[in-house]
């Protein structure tokens, strides 16, 4: 009986702190939404005005230039192909120099993480905008801007996987006087090839993504001539684009996770 009114009384004590934090949440996204002088209700109101110049002007799809666009396609897979393993490849090392369990140099450490924040923190797509001006319209700039960005993202989650990796699976290889390379192929790399996968396919499925958005910038791939439809107002042309890009991001996303599964 004691227990059951401790219980309640806990819950009840509970209850108007759950109530204040409720409210500030709520009292920020209203104050947001305010700020920004967005009206929920116009945009409901406007919705059906644009269904009507969606189904006017995009539908139906005009896939009679589709043997063209094809080659775009395929370079868009590339740039995410090329960009994830090229960043994969050389952000395990700058993994190693992040992590304390790989690099005992506190100040060296520092050091790679500043870098990699610094990369990590700016956008892809100002990456790609500051590339047209060096490298000009092209494939060029696509694949420098997606393997800076993803380099970025995947070294501190490489880091952060190999530090959770416990040091006492890797104290027996060093008490019995193995070297930093046996420690390296021998105890942290079979431990870290599950996260590696995880977060590589990852990164993978993402770029499919940003290779498109980088072609709006100049950076090639399909991206470049869906921003040139809708600029010319071929909107059904473009519509069949974005067709084959969303079934293209819909397979990719299939045949990763089937690839993940056969790699666990």
Same mark, same amino acid.
């Given at each position: !009986?004691?227990? &059951?009114?401790?219980?309640?009384?806990?819950?009840?004590?509970?209850?108007?702190?759950?109530? /204040?934090?409720?409210?500030?949440?709520?009292?920020?996204?209203?104050?947001?939404?305010?700020?920004?002088?967005?009206?929920?209700?116009?945009?409901?109101?406007?919705?059906?005005?644009?269904?009507?110049? *969606?189904?006017?002007? *995009?539908? $139906?799809?005009? *896939?009679?230039?589709? #043997?063209?666009?094809?080659?775009?396609? =395929?370079?868009?897979?590339?740039?995410?192909?090329?960009?994830?393993?090229?960043?994969?490849?050389?952000?395990?090392?700058?993994?190693?120099?992040?992590?304390?369990?790989?690099? $005992?140099?506190?100040?060296?450490?520092?050091?790679?993480?500043?870098?990699?924040?610094?990369?990590?923190?700016? $956008?892809?797509? +100002?990456?790609?905008?500051?590339?047209?001006?060096?490298? #000009?319209?092209?494939? !060029? =700039?696509?694949? *420098?801007?997606? +393997?800076?960005?993803?380099?970025?993202?995947?070294?501190?989650?490489?880091?952060?996987?190999?530090?959770?990796?416990?040091?006492?699976?890797?104290?027996?290889?060093?008490? &019995?006087?193995?070297?930093?390379?046996?420690?390296?192929?021998?105890?942290?790399?079979?431990?870290?090839?599950?996260?590696?996968?995880?977060?590589?396919?990852?990164?993978?499925?993402?770029?499919?993504? /940003?290779?498109?958005?980088?072609?709006?910038?100049?950076?090639? #791939?399909? #991206?470049?001539?869906?921003?040139?439809?809708?600029?010319?107002?071929?909107?059904?042309?473009?519509?069949?684009?974005?067709?084959?890009?969303?079934?293209?991001?819909?397979?990719?996303?299939?045949?990763?996770?089937?690839?993940?599964?056969?790699? !666990?």
């Amino acid at each position: !009986m004691e227990r &059951s009114d401790r219980s309640a009384y806990h819950a009840t004590s509970r209850s108007p702190l759950l109530f /204040a934090k409720t409210l500030a949440v709520l009292g920020v996204i209203g104050f947001s939404f305010a700020y920004l002088n967005v009206n929920i209700l116009d945009i409901i109101l406007s919705f059906p005005d644009f269904v009507t110049f *969606f189904a006017a002007n *995009f539908i $139906p799809a005009s *896939f009679t230039n589709i #043997g063209t666009y094809l080659p775009l396609l =395929v370079d868009t897979i590339l740039f995410a192909v090329i960009g994830t393993y090229c960043s994969a490849f050389l952000a395990f090392f700058f993994g190693l120099l992040m992590s304390e369990q790989t690099n $005992p140099f506190h100040w060296l450490r520092l050091v790679v993480r500043a870098f990699i924040s610094f990369l990590r923190n700016i $956008p892809i797509l +100002v990456w790609a905008s500051l590339l047209v001006y060096i490298f #000009g319209i092209g494939n !060029m =700039v696509g694949l *420098f801007a997606l +393997v800076i960005a993803t380099l970025g993202f995947l070294a501190r989650s490489y880091a952060d996987s190999i530090d959770e990796i416990g040091s006492t699976k890797l104290e027996a290889l060093r008490a &019995s006087g193995a070297s930093y390379l046996q420690i390296l192929f021998h105890g942290l790399i079979p431990e870290f090839i599950p996260s590696w996968i995880n977060w590589t396919l990852f990164s993978f499925e993402i770029n499919i993504r /940003a290779s498109s958005i980088l072609g709006m910038v100049g950076a090639g #791939g399909i #991206g470049i001539m869906i921003q040139t439809n809708i600029r010319l107002f071929k909107y059904h042309e473009a519509f069949s684009l974005i067709i084959l890009l969303v079934l293209m991001v819909l397979i990719t996303e299939f045949l990763v996770n089937q690839l993940r599964k056969y790699l !666990m």
